[in-house]
């Protein structure tokens, strides 16, 4: 069957600290991946979106970057984590034979 | 370019009143879209969606919605609302072309017992 994956769950960061998220999607290859994050009360921002390995279209500036090693992995990174990085980071994906976009259980990172 | 506009940040209902959330999308060509359902701490989860079939669209826990292109609508409604419909909701437009999805800012539905 074709899941995804997001760990950590939660995470607590100090200012200036490093971060790597991840996501793993199963039962699919080549599947489009994204990055969204949610601010407190505040919709979804789309970060980063990859249509393969090595292939990342950046939607806004920021203290992030993300990469694509693998097919069915996407990696979202930080050197230096600032206090605006806090949110919920979600990731998603197509699945094979789908139009819709589905999505992990995200990550709720607090940066103190 | 494709855009999605939801009208009402928060949204009241009585319990067993009728849910109305409401979509507005701009696109050059008949665009797909999608509600979403979001709980607290969690993914979104996919209510329904319109990729060009049936205007009327059916859903998940009752939800249904209707693509209207004459007012470039795309309203979610359920007839009854329950104590779990509580949460946060999203619409969403996909383009035709291209796997980019634009999301509305959310609409927080409160049912009030």
């Known amino acids: 069957s074709q899941t995804i994956h997001q760990w950590p769950a939660t995470l607590v960061q100090p200012v200036g600290s490093p971060l790597s998220l991840e996501c793993t999607v199963e039962?699919?290859?080549?599947?489009?991946l994204y990055w969204y994050r949610q601010a407190a009360g505040r919709g979804l921002q789309l970060l980063f979106y990859?249509?393969?390995?090595?292939?990342i279209s950046s939607e806004v500036p920021q203290n992030l970057s993300a990469s694509r090693p693998q097919d069915r992995q996407f990696i979202l990174s930080s050197k230096k984590l600032l206090l605006s990085d806090s949110g919920f980071y979600l990731c998603?994906?197509?699945?094979?034979?789908?139009?819709?976009?589905?999505f992990g259980p995200g990550t709720r990172l607090t940066v103190l | 370019a494709q855009s999605v506009t939801q009208l009402g940040s928060h949204v009241s209902v009585s319990e067993g009143a009728l849910v109305l959330l409401r979509c507005n999308y701009s696109?050059?060509?008949?665009?797909?879209l999608f509600w979403y359902v979001q709980y607290p701490n969690q993914g979104l989860q996919l209510l329904l969606k319109?990729?060009?079939?049936?205007?009327l669209v059916k859903g998940i826990n009752g939800f249904e919605a209707e693509f209207k292109k004459s007012e470039t609508s795309f309203h979610l409604t359920k007839p009854s609302a329950h104590m779990s419909d509580a949460a946060e909701y999203f619409c969403?437009?996909?383009?035709?072309?291209?796997?980019?999805?634009?999301f509305g800012t959310g609409t927080s539905l409160t049912v009030i017992p």
């Open positions: 998603a994906w197509i699945p094979l034979g789908l139009d819709a976009q589905f």
């Open positions: 039962g699919t290859s080549n599947p489009n």
């Open positions: 990859s249509v393969g390995i090595g292939q």
């Open positions: 696109s050059s060509v008949p665009p797909y």
């Open positions: 319109y990729t060009s079939a049936a205007t």
């Open positions: 969403a437009v996909r383009g035709r072309i291209g796997n980019q999805f634009y």
